[in-house]
């Protein structure tokens, strides 16, 4: 046995380093292929995030994609707007789908879809495809409210009008400019 025991000391230190070699050349790979993909988030309309009023009637959107795989990147997107996020989840898009748009484009999308109407409140989301044509989850549903659609009345002195009407202001039912300092006629 004393013969044997310097041929195993010698060999010993080879064999560590062919096992080091084979877990530093392999982990990565492993820990790389059970990556998930991560869905599109940040998503912005108009650079804002869940805008309570817009002004536009076609907002520009935007999103992000966060995926740490090499040579990641974005393929093609789908963008669905509905009038609630319950009918997103189940992937209806009651006002406007896209569809499948062969782009790399996140930023800047215009909303293409039918005019969105005053004071109601929309939802999106997107649906984004990688490299290799494989979807990515679909980002989390998003609000956005439009505002507009107001129009200004003037109040008759008299207080009869019902105030939806809109007057000329060279009509003399209606109230006209005071001076400082003058007396309210009554």
């Known amino acids: 046995m004393n013969q044997n025991q310097p041929a195993v000391s010698f060999y010993w230190p080879f064999h560590r380093l062919i096992l080091f070699s084979l877990l530093v050349t392999t982990l990565p790979q492993v820990g790389s292929a059970q990556a998930p993909l991560a869905k599109p988030v940040n998503l912005k309309c108009d650079s804002l995030v869940n805008p309570l009023g817009l002004d536009s009637k076609a907002p520009m959107l935007s999103w992000q994609l966060r995926d740490e795989r090499y040579g990641a990147r974005q393929t093609a997107y789908e963008i669905q707007v509905s009038s609630g996020s319950a009918l997103l989840a189940t992937g209806q898009a009651d006002v406007w789908d ?17 005019v969105l109407l005053p004071e109601r409140r929309y939802f999106w989301r997107v649906k984004v495809w990688d490299k290799d044509g494989k979807p990515y989850p679909a980002s989390d549903t998003t609000r956005v409210t439009r505002v507009g659609g107001r129009r200004g009345c003037w109040i008759p002195k008299n207080g009869a009008a019902n105030g939806l009407e809109e007057k000329s202001m060279s009509t003399s039912a209606y109230a006209r400019p005071m001076r400082p300092g003058s007396a309210i006629p009554r």
């Open 98 to 114: 896209s569809g499948r748009v062969e782009s790399e484009q996140s930023a800047g999308v215009t909303y293409a879809g039918p």
